[in-house]
């Protein structure tokens, strides 16, 4: 009795329980052996069509996947801080490769800007003037999809669908078509990374203030408060901080983007990517990868500094 208890200690019941356990997660097994073997079949398929249809074919290729990276080696290392700076190369040949000083941007005779540097601002001059004005037409827009702001359901699903209609395209499509009809330069990329970021950061600020505490709105709607001073005084107070880091966060965002649409002729430092790559300039695009690197990481430090300030080092630190 003893030993069958000690066998068997959770009783008939338990047994048959833990028998149904043991049986389905043997069947979870089974599904997942399974669906891993599925999922390896449709990849390797798909891999050896692509393989097929490519006229470089893929894995003749992969042995030389680190040409590119090796290519880029330039003849020694100060030739990539020459090319950053607009400095004379000692290997200038007439080439467009060692032409340095023909980017620089004179402010006086003497004083100038280095190209790349004067391209990077024009690319964060788009994001921040694009982010800006995501910000105010997003948060405007944002009140009225608000379900805790909003009443009328078609006033609140109309906003909605618009928001989402901005933001269902990429940037660089955007650009696209804002090129074909504005042509080359930083316009066309300032309206499609606003209609975007007015699309994105509508979103998210309509469900900050969706979840925010109604009792300021409800003291103001007492006292006979109109909309716009229920939304500005008991809203805007409680959802800002929220909204400014939100607002950094896509600032971030908007760099990136702003970089990629410059390859495609929306002007600033992605198009000097473009070019460079595409020549084969190794300095050159050491210099812009390198400081596009830098700015980006300037920004998110910029970004963690004033979310810090406007919320305050306690939201920072951990709980113990």
């Known amino acids: 009795m003893t030993l069958s208890m000690a066998r068997h200690p959770l009783g008939d019941g338990g047994m048959q329980v833990e028998r149904h356990w043991q049986e389905l997660a043997a069947k979870r097994r089974l599904y997942s052996v399974v669906g891993i073997g599925l999922l390896l079949i449709v990849v390797s398929g798909s891999l050896w069509f692509a393989n097929e249809t490519n006229s470089g074919k ?20 100060m030739e990539i801080v020459r090319a950053m700076f607009d400095l004379p190369s000692p290997y200038y040949d007439g080439s467009l490769q060692y032409e340095y000083p023909e980017g620089r941007y004179y402010v006086t005779e003497t004083f100038y800007i280095p190209e790349y540097f004067y ?31 909003t009443r009328n359901p078609l006033l609140r699903g109309t906003v909605r669908r618009f928001m989402e209609i901005l933001r269902a395209f990429p940037e660089i499509v ?8 504005l042509s080359l330069g930083p316009i066309p990329a300032i309206i499609a990374v606003s209609i975007h970021t007015i699309g994105a950061l509508g979103k998210l600020f309509f469900e900050v203030i969706e979840n925010a505490d109604m009792k300021p709105d409800e003291g103001l709607k007492a006292v006979g408060a109109s909309w716009v001073e229920r939304a500005w005084f008991g809203m805007v107070p409680q959802v800002l901080p929220n909204f400014v880091s939100y607002f950094l966060l896509r600032l971030e965002i908007n760099v990136r983007a702003s970089t990629i649409i410059g390859a495609v002729g929306g002007g600033g430092i992605g198009e000097q990517l473009r070019l460079s790559i595409s020549r084969g300039h190794e300095a050159k695009t050491l210099a812009i990868v390198l400081l596009l690197f830098a700015t980006i990481i300037a920004v998110d430090q910029l970004s963690a500094w004033l979310r810090r300030k406007l919320v305050g080092d306690q939201a920072f630190q951990a709980v113990m």
Do not use: C, Q, Y
């Open 58 to 77: 893929f894995f003749d290729r992969i042995p030389h996947v680190f040409d590119f990276v090796g290519d880029l080696v330039p003849r020694d290392s």
């Open 119 to 149: 391209k990077m601002a024009e690319t964060v001059n788009i994001a921040i003037l694009s982010t800006l004005i995501g910000f105010i037409f997003g948060g405007v827009l944002s009140f009225f999809a608000a379900k805790n702001m």
């Open 174 to 181: 955007l650009a696209g078509f804002f090129l074909a009809i």
